[in-house]
Nanobody
């Protein structure tokens, strides 16, 4: 019913930049909170950044000042601009979104994308 598709991951040297994107599609009535999570090998998935439909953003302390989350509500798309990347940022980055479906506007459910790999070399 809803698909979240991430793109933009890749390999970058430490100190470099990447931008990952996530597009939500399907039987969407509205998209609310959107977020980026990441999971490194052997570690738990962690919340990196989130943004409300009004544009208020929050970040985990380890990325503050380096990462910026933004969204285009008309395109149901969320972005994560990652600057000054460090090897410890290496992980699979997942998109998450709260979506109300056209088939039942009483409820909001959260959906995950399939993830995109970000690798930062030292």
């Amino acid at each position: 019913q809803v698909q979240l598709v991430e793109s933009g991951g890749g390999l970058v040297q430490a100190g470099g930049s990447l931008r990952v994107s996530c597009v939500a599609s399907g039987n969407i009535f509205s998209v609310h909170d959107m977020a980026w999570y990441r999971q490194a090998p052997g570690k738990q998935r962690e919340l990196v950044a989130s943004i409300t439909d009004g544009g208020s953003a929050n970040y985990v302390d380890s990325v503050k000042g380096r990462f910026a989350i933004s969204r285009d509500n008309a395109k149901n798309t969320v972005y994560l601009q990652m600057n000054s990347l460090k090897p410890e940022d290496t992980a699979v980055y997942y998109c998450n979104a709260g979506v109300v479906l056209t088939s039942d506007i009483r409820y909001m459910n959260y959906y995950w994308g399939q993830g995109t790999q970000v690798t930062v070399s030292s």
